[in-house]
C-alpha cells in the first residue's frame, strides 16, 4: 500500500509541476506537513502540539539541528549541524 501512495503522490507532483511550467510558465513550489518525497519544503515537527514534542526530557524530538559556535573575535554563529 504505501509504495502505491508514494508512487501516486511523486505522480501527482510531477504531474502539477509540469503543467504549471507549460501552461502558465512558472514554478509551482509544494509544501507538506510531514516527510513526503518530491514536494519543495517539508514541515515536520514545527508545531508545539505534534505528538514528537512529548519526550521524556520535555526537549521534544531534534528535527532541525543546529550548532551554535562563537569565533575567537567573539561572533556567535548559529548554523544547521552538517553544513
Not at 509544501?31 to 502540539?49: A, D, I, M, R, T
Not at 514528537?52 to 548559529?78: H, K, L, M, Q, W
Amino acid at each position: 500500500m504505501s509504495s502505491y501512495i508514494r508512487y501516486y503522490w511523486t505522480s501527482l507532483t510531477t504531474t502539477l509541476r509540469d503543467y504549471t511550467l507549460t501552461r502558465h510558465n512558472r514554478t509551482l513550489l509544494i509544501s507538506s506537513n510531514g516527510l513526503w518525497l518530491g514536494v519543495s519544503f517539508n514541515s515536520v515537527g514545527l508545531y508545539p502540539w505534534n505528538p514528537d514534542e512529548v519526550t521524556p526530557d520535555f526537549r521534544g524530538a531534534d528535527y532541525v539541528p543546529v550548532i551554535t559556535t562563537t569565533a575567537p573575535n567573539g561572533t556567535i554563529s548559529t548554523h544547521l549541524n552538517g553544513s
